[in-house]
Every structure is written in structure tokens, then in C-alpha cells.
């Protein structure tokens, strides 16, 4: 099986030339084909000489998943359900915003967080993604936006899969869309969200890029959090809160709490009290998302009333606070929602086959 030649920062390419005896320069040639040129094989790259582009073809290949649906919303969100070389499957969704593109990447085959109220982590992890399959995630968005004559302009890495549990891919992927000669996807262009894996986020700390950095909060109290989110087995919220103003110190990067609101477990006044207190000391601002059913959860949508009752109170003691503006309502665009569902088809047409053979 040839390897992707997607995926590698531009020191890494130069390695991998190296590697096959080619010229260093031949490495910056490949980035600018791969990310400016937006080639889609190695023979479109004319200026390597047809040694070069032999001895690429190979080892290496331009890796494009297979678009298995593409699910456009009224609101111009598209949803695309992509599958790997594997089999395996991952969802990547565009979102449009009146400042850019932004594309919505996953990063690992399932979740093994196992929150409660999330698609994702219904599905056993499966396995990380590679730093190419991340890439090539937001290069299946950019060959779309192509037709439009659009770019790429922000990228979360916010899909199905938890960041922090694939790290190195991730960050690998982060410096790869970053290069000047390549995609060029500015640092404060791109956010990372986690359910709070606290070494990894002393790790983000060291790190020489300053990107965007989102916690899954989702609850004002271990007591509720410890219910909800697994992960707060493990890394508890004075943990949690003990590493987060360390980052905010070291750092002055922005922070974004994510706040799931869920009919009457975290959406009560006194929820928002405690949360309120709990903030004190991050620079931060949270983001308040509205729930979206997943069919095998008993959780609800908090009531139109609630989730502005919960933005006043936040609001009013100086909160920095939004109401996430929901993309793609009429697709399932939530996280790991379509996934979820041709998994399942997909499962029940096996077990329907095994029965009749
Ligand atoms: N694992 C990481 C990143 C992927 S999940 C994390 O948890 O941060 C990212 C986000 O998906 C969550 O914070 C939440 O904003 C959203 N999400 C998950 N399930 C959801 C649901 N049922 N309704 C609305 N948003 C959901
Ligand atoms: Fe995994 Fe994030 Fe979903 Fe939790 S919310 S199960 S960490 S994808």
C-alpha cells in the first residue's frame, strides 16, 4: 500500500526526499504542488524532473478519502461522511461564517471519552487518524470550495474522536495546515477542543504555536461532571482548573469553555451560580451550545427560556458568553451524528448477511 504524501510539515518533507536520495529543495516543491497548486497526483507536478516523480509514485500517492455522502443545509453547511482506505468512516463539515470557511475535522474512528450525551462516544474508539487522513479532511473541503473559487480559512478539530488521545497526530497535522508555503491556515485560524486530558493540556502549554484551545466543560460541579463525562474520573475539575490558569498565565492564549446545556442536569440557576464561581481566574469566555438530541440518550434540549435565563446570569456578572449558532440543524451536523447512523445500517446489514449465509 503506498503512503500519503499528505500530512508532513515542510521539514518533513524535506526528510522524506532525503530519504529517496532526491534534492532537498525537491521537499518545498511537493508542499507548494500538494497545498498551492492543489494537485491531486504526483505526475501533475511538472517542475520534478520524471526521476523524481518515479521514484515519488513509488512509495507515495496524493490520498483522497472516498466521499461516501454529502449532505448540503439550507445554511450552506455541508456535511461530509468520508471513508478511509480502511473502511472506516469520519465525518468533516463545513461551516460558513461570515469571517471564512471553517472545517470541522475528526480525529480519531469513534471516541473512547464515552460522554453520555455525545454520538461520537457511543462508538468505541477504533483508532487515531493519521496526521494525512486529518489533511486530507480539509483538502476534500478545499477541492468543494475550489468550485467556488473559496478558500479555507479556519479549521476546529472539533469532529468525532478526542484530540488529546491522538496528540502527536494532531499536532503534527496543526504544524502541517500551519506552513507559510502550504495551506498557510493562520495559528489563531485554528481551535482544538478537548474534554480536558490534563498532561496533554500542560503539553499544549510548551508548544511553540499559539492556537486556540476549547474545553468540553459541560457542568459546574464534579458532582454533575462525574455523571456526564468520564474523563472527570480521571482529571477532576480542581485539576482541571488548577492546570487551565496556568495555561491562561503562561500563555495569555484565549480559552473557550464549551456548556452543553441539558434540561434540568446542568441548566438551573444555581448551575449557573456555581459555574460562575468555578470561572473565576481563567481568561476565559464560554460558549453555550444547545443540545442536540441523539436517539440512543434519554437527555433533552434545555427550553428556549432556560437557555437565555442561563446567558442573563452569566451575562450579568460579566461572563463573557455566546449561544452557539447551530450549523446544519436540518443535517444531523452534530457531532458524530450521521456517522453514528450509517454505522449502524452498515452493522445490520452484516448481521442480516451472516443470518442468511
Ligand atoms: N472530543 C473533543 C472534541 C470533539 S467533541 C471534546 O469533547 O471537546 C466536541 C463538541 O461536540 C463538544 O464539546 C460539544 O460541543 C459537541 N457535541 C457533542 N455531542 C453533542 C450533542 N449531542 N449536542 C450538541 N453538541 C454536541
Ligand atoms: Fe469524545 Fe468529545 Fe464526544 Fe466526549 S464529547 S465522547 S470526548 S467526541
Known amino acids: 500500500m503506498k503512503q500519503s504524501l499528505y500530512g508532513y510539515t515542510l521539514v518533513q518533507l524535506q526528510d522524506l526526499v532525503c530519504n529517496l536520495n532526491l534534492k532537498k529543495y525537491n521537499g518545498e516543491q511537493i508542499l507548494r504542488w500538494l497545498y498551492q497548486s492543489q494537485v491531486k497526483s504526483i505526475d501533475e507536478m511538472t517542475n520534478l524532473s520524471l526521476n523524481v516523480r518515479e521514484s515519488l509514485n513509488e512509495k507515495y500517492e496524493v490520498y483522497l478519502p472516498k466521499i461516501v455522502k454529502k449532505q448540503v443545509s439550507d445554511d450552506g453547511t455541508i456535511k461530509f461522511l468520508l471513508e478511509l482506505e480502511d473502511k472506516n468512516l469520519v465525518e468533516t463539515v463545513l461551516m460558513r461564517y461570515s469571517y471564512g470557511n471553517a472545517v470541522c475535522v475528526s480525529s480519531q474512528v469513534g471516541c473512547n471519552m464515552g ?9 468505541k474508539k477504533v483508532r487515531d487518524l493519521t496526521a494525512a487522513e486529518m489533511v486530507s479532511q480539509v483538502m476534500t473541503v478545499q477541492f468543494e470550495l475550489n468550485k467556488s473559487s473559496e478558500r479555507v480559512s479556519h479549521v476546529v478539530i472539533m469532529g468525532i474522536g478526542e484530540p488529546f488521545d491522538n496528540y502527536n497526530n494532531v499536532m503534527n497535522f496543526i504544524y502541517c495546515i500551519n506552513e507559510a508555503k502550504g495551506l498557510a491556515i493562520g495559528a489563531r485560524h485554528i481551535s482544538v477542543s478537548t474534554s480536558g486530558i490534563v498532561p496533554k493540556i500542560k503539553e499544549l502549554m510548551n508548544e511553540k504555536i499559539q ?40 500563555t495569555n492564549r484565549r480559552l473557550t469553555f464549551e456548556y452543553i446545556l441539558l434540561k434540568d442536569i446542568n441548566d438551573r440557576e444555581e448551575d449557573a451560580l456555581k459555574l460562575i464561581n468555578w470561572l473565576e481566574g481563567t481568561c476565559s469566555y464560554v460558549n453555550l451550545i444547545p443540545y ?66
Not at 215 to 232: C, G, Q, T, W, Y
Open 211 to 250: 492556537i486556540n484551545l476549547a474545553v468540553s466543560l459541560h457542568a459546574p460541579s464534579n458532582e454533575i461532571r462525574d455523571k456526564i463525562m468520564k474523563v472527570n474520573h480521571a482529571y477532576n475539575m480542581d485539576e482541571l482548573k488548577k492546570v487551565l490558569v496556568e495555561y491562561c498565565n503562561k
Open 292 to 357: 442536540n438530541a441523539v436517539s440512543e440518550s434519554d437527555y433533552q434540549r434545555s427550553s428556549e427560556k432556560s437557555i437565555n435565563n442561563f446567558y442573563n446570569i452569566l451575562k450579568k456578572n460579566k461572563i463573557n458568553v455566546t449561544i452557539r449558532r447551530e450549523f446544519g440543524k436540518d443535517i444531523e451536523a452534530a457531532c458524530g451524528q450521521l456517522r453514528a447512523k450509517s454505522e449502524a445500517q452498515r452493522k445490520w446489514k452484516y448481521v442480516q448477511k451472516v443470518i442468511k449465509d
Open 115 to 123: 460522554c453520555s450525551f455525545c454520538a461520537s462516544g457511543l462508538l
